[in-house]
């Protein structure tokens, strides 16, 4: 940790309670004294140090000149009190400031601090602003859409209410715009956007809003680089700005897997924070024309016929997504296939080890080795193409679901998500292949996803994580005399060809699903485009404490603090 100078120690009051205040190290810290000035009780509000109560200054939201009757006062009767002391104590200043509570929501505390100096309050303030503004990394202006029918409907009300407030307090001004059609805001970043303005986009509503947000920015982004987003090989510029999301979807699971809630006020702080984690994007593109982007799921068979099934009954909402899940899982289909893939090195970890990304993830922040950072997709590609394997493997079968994760996809449904030891930012996906198998047994697969078991540790599942894959529906490719006499694959809950499959050569396809869009084509190449955009969050938190040893506490400090002049 870079180490600050002790900057100010002073005595303050808080409730009636005389505090020494301290700033030093990046840290703000408060701890009571007793009657006689010395240290005594803590006062419950921010993270406990070992003697008293800190926050980092880059988790301060604001601070606010308070008037000496600051409503941080409590009760009737601590106010009565407190109004004796206003008359002594005119001056007070007030921090807002990051707290974390149960189950990685943030919230915005406060604590005012009243003093019997004017300058003292000032300098107070001056060094704590002059702080704040050190903070680079912080947006000052933000582009703000918001899908006002996404998830319940709440993404205006969310906004206004909850978000807003907070963006005003620190001082970011944002330009909002309610979309009024589907792609509205793709379009609008695009083309129409003036970005230069902006340190950020924000998304109000949910996984297809982010995708709207994610596609305008990456293909203005490639745009005003020169690059064709059409040349599956052409190397990608990542974008310059950084995205928040505010969930107000159905999933919200790009919110869920980087913030590990969904709460917008949480997000929202994260927002103010500055945070930043990068992401890798998958390309999808059929025969050389780009399709789309996915960040989350990339889904053939099961997730692909669920979308479809749920895209006509997006009247019922979120609930949409269960419906057509308990349907699509009675009507059992299997696709037939090949899925032909690029692994990605070992030192990467792999899908079933135990690393969990989390804030900070040390696989995400691995630099590739020299021999790593040989690897080229388009050289392997061309290999591949002429006839070699070039380190592809190739997969035939007849899969009841493909699916391809950049990240967990952890979110409500499933908290650990649908390959829970993948990483949000180290250019590989999980690519996971569930074979034909028995009802039950893939009820008991999906049943893992909402449970402690493990969902891959299945004869019928496989996991591999790449640097890219391609899939070939068995219908598109060559079919022998043996393939055409077979008869379209009937299950007890009806055929194979049924209302979201196409029969031919009885074979059938299904649809991918790409972040909750359906993908028109079932023939598809993929490949990983490392932390091609940055989010404002940080990864999943571990559980954090100051403790007694910790060098980083601010009451570990060496002699010689500045006090400031009464
Ligand atoms: C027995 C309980 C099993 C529960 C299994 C839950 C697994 C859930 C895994 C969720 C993975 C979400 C990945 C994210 C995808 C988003 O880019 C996309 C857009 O928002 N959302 C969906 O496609 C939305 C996809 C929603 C899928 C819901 C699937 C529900 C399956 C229910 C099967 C019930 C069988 C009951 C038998 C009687
Ligand atoms: N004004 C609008 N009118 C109609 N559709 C819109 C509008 N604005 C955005 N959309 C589209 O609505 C779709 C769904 O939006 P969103 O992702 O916000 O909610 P959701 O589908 O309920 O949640 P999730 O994607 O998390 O499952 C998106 O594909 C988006 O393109
Ligand atoms: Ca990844």
Redesign the pocket.
Same mark, same amino acid.
């Given at each position: 940790m870079e180490k600050q100078p002790r900057l100010f120690s002073s005595e303050f009051f808080h409730k009636n309670r005389q505090v020494e205040l301290v700033l030093s190290r990046g840290v703000l810290a408060w701890r009571e004294l007793d009657k006689g000035g010395k240290r005594g009780s803590d006062i419950k509000s921010a993270p406990e140090t070992a003697h008293g109560h800190s926050v980092q200054v880059c988790e301060i939201v604001a601070v606010h000149k308070t008037e000496g009757d600051g409503k941080d006062q409590g009760s009737n009767r601590s106010r009565k009190k407190a109004n004796k002391h206003v008359l002594l104590l005119p001056y007070a200043f007030t921090a807002f400031f990051v707290r974390r509570t149960q189950q990685h929501q943030w919230r915005c505390s406060e604590i005012t601090f009243h003093c019997a100096s004017h300058s003292l309050r000032e300098q107070w303030i001056q060094a704590l602003s002059e702080q704040l503004s050190s903070l680079t990394n912080r947006p000052k202006s933000l582009l703000v859409y918001i899908n006002p029918y996404g998830g319940k409907r709440r993404g205006k009300r969310i906004y206004e209410q909850k978000v807003a407030p907070l963006f005003r307090h620190a001082g970011i001004s944002a330009d909002v715009i309610v979309t009024e059609y589907a792609n509205h805001a793709r379009d609008h970043l695009k083309t129409e956007a003036n970005l230069d303005k902006y340190d950020g986009v924000v998304c109000v509503g949910g996984d297809g809003m982010f995708s709207e947000v994610l596609h305008g920015l990456v293909a203005r982004t490639q745009s005003d680089h020169g690059v064709d987003q059409n040349q599956p090989d052409a190397q990608l510029v990542p974008c310059s700005l950084h995205i928040g999301i505010i969930p107000a979807g159905s999933t919200d699971c790009i919110c869920f897997a980087t913030i590990g809630t969904n709460d917008p006020v949480t997000s929202a702080l994260h927002i103010i924070v500055g945070d930043s984690q990068p992401m *890798?994007v998958c390309s999808v593109h059929h025969s050389d024309i780009f399709l789309r982007y996915s960040v989350s799921l990339l889904g053939y068979g099961f997730y692909g016929d669920v979308l479809t099934d749920s895209e006509r009954k997006r009247w019922l909402g979120p609930a949409r997504y269960d419906l057509s899940g308990v349907k699509t899982f009675l009507s059992h289909n299997y696709y037939e296939g090949s899925v032909s893939f690029l692994p990605a090195e070992d030192t990467i970890g792999n899908p079933r080890d135990k690393l969990r990304c989390r804030s900070g993830c040390h696989v995400c922040q691995h630099k590739p080795s020299s021999k790593d950072s040989e690897w080229d997709m388009s050289e392997e590609k061309e290999k591949f193409n002429e006839g070699g394997s070039g380190g592809w493997s190739v997969i035939r079968g007849k899969f009841i679901a493909i699916n391809a994760a950049?990240?967990s996809c952890a979110c409500p449904r499933s908290p650990k998500g649908l390959s829970p030891s &993948?990483?949000?930012? *180290?250019?590989? &996906?999980d690519l996971i292949l569930v074979r034909k198998c028995s009802r039950l047994g893939f009820f008991r697969h999906l049943l893992r996803h909402t449970n402690k078991g493990d969902q891959f540790d299945h004869a019928f599942v496989e996991v591999h994580r790449v640097r890219g894959f391609r899939f070939q529906p068995r219908h598109q490719e060559p079919v022998s005399l043996e393939d055409l006499s077979e008869a379209p694959k009937k299950t007890r809950f009806g055929t194979m060809c049924s209302a979201q499959t196409t029969c031919g050569y009885g074979a059938a396809h299904s649809s991918w699903n790409c972040d909750g869009e359906i993908l028109p084509h079932a023939a598809i190449q993929v490949s990983?485009q490392s932390r091609l955009i940055r989010l404002f969050a940080r990864g999943i938190e571990e559980p954090q404490r100051f403790t007694f040893e910790d060098p980083s506490s601010p009451w570990a400090l060496e002699p010689g603090t500045q006090q400031p002049a009464a």
């Amino acid at each position: 940790m870079e180490k600050q100078p002790r900057l100010f120690s002073s005595e303050f009051f808080h409730k009636n309670r005389q505090v020494e205040l301290v700033l030093s190290r990046g840290v703000l810290a408060w701890r009571e004294l007793d009657k006689g000035g010395k240290r005594g009780s803590d006062i419950k509000s921010a993270p406990e140090t070992a003697h008293g109560h800190s926050v980092q200054v880059c988790e301060i939201v604001a601070v606010h000149k308070t008037e000496g009757d600051g409503k941080d006062q409590g009760s009737n009767r601590s106010r009565k009190k407190a109004n004796k002391h206003v008359l002594l104590l005119p001056y007070a200043f007030t921090a807002f400031f990051v707290r974390r509570t149960q189950q990685h929501q943030w919230r915005c505390s406060e604590i005012t601090f009243h003093c019997a100096s004017h300058s003292l309050r000032e300098q107070w303030i001056q060094a704590l602003s002059e702080q704040l503004s050190s903070l680079t990394n912080r947006p000052k202006s933000l582009l703000v859409y918001i899908n006002p029918y996404g998830g319940k409907r709440r993404g205006k009300r969310i906004y206004e209410q909850k978000v807003a407030p907070l963006f005003r307090h620190a001082g970011i001004s944002a330009d909002v715009i309610v979309t009024e059609y589907a792609n509205h805001a793709r379009d609008h970043l695009k083309t129409e956007a003036n970005l230069d303005k902006y340190d950020g986009v924000v998304c109000v509503g949910g996984d297809g809003m982010f995708s709207e947000v994610l596609h305008g920015l990456v293909a203005r982004t490639q745009s005003d680089h020169g690059v064709d987003q059409n040349q599956p090989d052409a190397q990608l510029v990542p974008c310059s700005l950084h995205i928040g999301i505010i969930p107000a979807g159905s999933t919200d699971c790009i919110c869920f897997a980087t913030i590990g809630t969904n709460d917008p006020v949480t997000s929202a702080l994260h927002i103010i924070v500055g945070d930043s984690q990068p992401m *890798d994007v998958c390309s999808v593109h059929h025969s050389d024309i780009f399709l789309r982007y996915s960040v989350s799921l990339l889904g053939y068979g099961f997730y692909g016929d669920v979308l479809t099934d749920s895209e006509r009954k997006r009247w019922l909402g979120p609930a949409r997504y269960d419906l057509s899940g308990v349907k699509t899982f009675l009507s059992h289909n299997y696709y037939e296939g090949s899925v032909s893939f690029l692994p990605a090195e070992d030192t990467i970890g792999n899908p079933r080890d135990k690393l969990r990304c989390r804030s900070g993830c040390h696989v995400c922040q691995h630099k590739p080795s020299s021999k790593d950072s040989e690897w080229d997709m388009s050289e392997e590609k061309e290999k591949f193409n002429e006839g070699g394997s070039g380190g592809w493997s190739v997969i035939r079968g007849k899969f009841i679901a493909i699916n391809a994760a950049c990240m967990s996809c952890a979110c409500p449904r499933s908290p650990k998500g649908l390959s829970p030891s &993948a990483h949000l930012a *180290d250019g590989t &996906a999980d690519l996971i292949l569930v074979r034909k198998c028995s009802r039950l047994g893939f009820f008991r697969h999906l049943l893992r996803h909402t449970n402690k078991g493990d969902q891959f540790d299945h004869a019928f599942v496989e996991v591999h994580r790449v640097r890219g894959f391609r899939f070939q529906p068995r219908h598109q490719e060559p079919v022998s005399l043996e393939d055409l006499s077979e008869a379209p694959k009937k299950t007890r809950f009806g055929t194979m060809c049924s209302a979201q499959t196409t029969c031919g050569y009885g074979a059938a396809h299904s649809s991918w699903n790409c972040d909750g869009e359906i993908l028109p084509h079932a023939a598809i190449q993929v490949s990983v485009q490392s932390r091609l955009i940055r989010l404002f969050a940080r990864g999943i938190e571990e559980p954090q404490r100051f403790t007694f040893e910790d060098p980083s506490s601010p009451w570990a400090l060496e002699p010689g603090t500045q006090q400031p002049a009464a």
